[in-house]
């Protein structure tokens, strides 16, 4: 079979599948993503020159720390950075729509089905990094920076409650796909004091080193339980989450160095940032809902694909 039909086939399988089972988080993040971008092109028009964060302390060179040019008397500020924060926003419309049909259809084939909590703060999480980063490129004051910076900590602190806990359970000799109530509150208690502490607590100067510690923690992990456990989770989710996820560093270093930097550009590095970092939240989340799933017990994907296969295959004669 030639390559290109396998993947012409493979991409209507795709649209279908997805258009069936996820029209309307499609459609509402759609209209979310629209109605973000309109918001911020009336606020700039109507209250320019309103000086509206003035009355908060920000850093005297701020205007120049990123690529993308900073009108200080507009209301947002980097109307790019911020709109590009869209991605967090239509992500957490996602993670929480997938923890409802899980409680709904009763699916416990893994840790984060069975434990519906991991779907909802990731979702949480989100929305909480979209809240941040637009606020912090909308006014780019020096508290919103800092709870920008928290979300952050946030994002990097969920991947490795989540390898810990499966780590531990995995130490324990306990399944995955059954809620554990005392494992569960140990994650949040442990979890929750290092997210405190880094926002609050911690200098900056320590922050950063630890966050690369905890990165370090989060892949040596993952590679623990993939030799302990090897062939149960889709490595094409986790290439796709390495893959964004390195293409977000580099875009972030370009903004720093100002490389490929247009000022006046539609996209800047630092937005491509916040696309890259967001979709490798997003293709992370796909690969550990992806431990021990089984298509053949999807029935919308089985029938979309014998359906996909029948018409390609009557094209072909």
Same mark, same amino acid.
């Given at each position: 079979?030639?390559?290109?039909?396998?993947?012409?086939?493979?991409?209507?399988?795709?649209?279908?599948?997805?258009?069936?089972?996820?029209?309307?988080?499609?459609?509402?993040?759609?209209?979310?993503?629209?109605?973000?971008?309109?918001?911020?092109?009336?606020?700039?028009?109507?209250?320019?020159?309103?000086?509206?964060? #003035?009355?908060?302390?920000?850093?005297?060179?701020?205007?120049?720390?990123?690529?993308?040019?900073?009108?200080?008397?507009?209301?947002?500020?980097?109307?790019?950075?911020?709109?590009?924060?869209? /991605?967090?926003?239509?992500?957490?419309?996602?993670?929480?729509?997938?923890?409802?049909?899980?409680?709904?259809?009763?699916?416990?084939?893994?840790?984060?089905?069975?434990?519906?909590?991991?779907?909802?703060?990731?979702?949480?999480?989100?929305?909480?990094?979209?809240?941040?980063?637009?606020?912090?490129?909308?006014?780019?004051?020096?508290?919103?920076?800092?709870?920008?910076?928290?979300?952050?900590?946030? /994002?990097?602190?969920?991947?490795?409650?989540?390898?810990?806990?499966?780590?531990?359970?995995?130490?324990?000799?306990?399944?995955?796909?059954?809620?554990?109530?005392?494992?569960?509150?140990?994650?949040?208690?442990? $979890?929750?004091?290092?997210?405190?502490?880094?926002?609050?607590?911690?200098?900056?100067?320590?922050?950063?080193?630890?966050?690369?510690?905890?990165?370090?923690?989060?892949?040596?992990?993952? $590679?623990?339980?993939?030799?302990?456990?090897?062939?149960?989770?889709?490595?094409?989710?986790?290439?796709?989450?390495?893959?964004?996820?390195?293409?977000?560093?580099?875009?972030?270093?370009?903004? /720093?160095?100002?490389?490929?930097? #247009?000022?006046?550009?539609?996209?800047?590095?630092?937005?491509?940032?916040?696309?890259?970092?967001?979709?490798?939240? $997003?293709?992370?989340?796909?690969? /550990?809902?992806?431990?021990?799933?089984?298509?053949?017990?999807?029935?919308?994907?089985?029938?979309?694909?014998?359906?996909?296969?029948?018409?390609?295959?009557?094209?072909?004669?």
């Amino acid at each position: 079979m030639h390559w290109r039909y396998r993947v012409r086939r493979q991409l209507v399988f795709l649209r279908k599948l997805f258009w069936e089972a996820y029209r309307e988080r499609i459609l509402l993040s759609l209209v979310s993503t629209i109605l973000f971008g309109t918001l911020i092109s009336i606020l700039n028009k109507v209250f320019y020159g309103s000086h509206f964060w #003035d009355r908060f302390p920000l850093e005297s060179d701020i205007s120049v720390w990123f690529c993308e040019y900073t009108d200080m008397e507009r209301l947002v500020r980097q109307p790019i950075n911020t709109f590009t924060n869209f /991605i967090y926003l239509i992500s957490s419309i996602f993670f929480f729509s997938k923890g409802l049909e899980d409680i709904k259809k009763k699916r416990q084939y893994n840790l984060i089905t069975a434990n519906h909590f991991y779907s909802f703060v990731l979702a949480i999480i989100s929305l909480y990094t979209f809240s941040c980063s637009s606020l912090f490129h909308s006014s780019l004051v020096s508290f919103a920076s800092n709870m920008d910076f928290s979300a952050v900590y946030s /994002i990097t602190l969920f991947p490795l409650m989540y390898f810990t806990h499966r780590v531990i359970l995995d130490l324990r000799g306990k399944p995955s796909n059954v809620k554990h109530w005392n494992e569960r509150l140990m994650m949040i208690i442990i $979890f929750g004091t290092a997210y405190v502490l880094l926002t609050f607590v911690i200098s900056l100067h320590y922050v950063h080193p630890i966050v690369g510690t905890f990165i370090v923690l989060i892949i040596c992990f993952g $590679f623990y339980l993939e030799k302990r456990d090897p062939n149960q989770t889709n490595k094409d989710y986790l290439i796709a989450t390495a893959v964004t996820i390195i293409l977000a560093v580099i875009f972030f270093e370009f903004d /720093i160095k100002k490389i490929w930097c #247009d000022p006046n550009g539609l996209i800047n590095p630092h937005s491509l940032w916040h696309l890259f970092n967001g979709a490798s939240v $997003f293709f992370f989340y796909l690969y /550990i809902r992806s431990e021990r799933y089984k298509p053949e017990k999807d029935m919308l994907r089985s029938t979309i694909r014998e359906d996909v296969h029948a018409k390609f295959a009557i094209k072909k004669k």
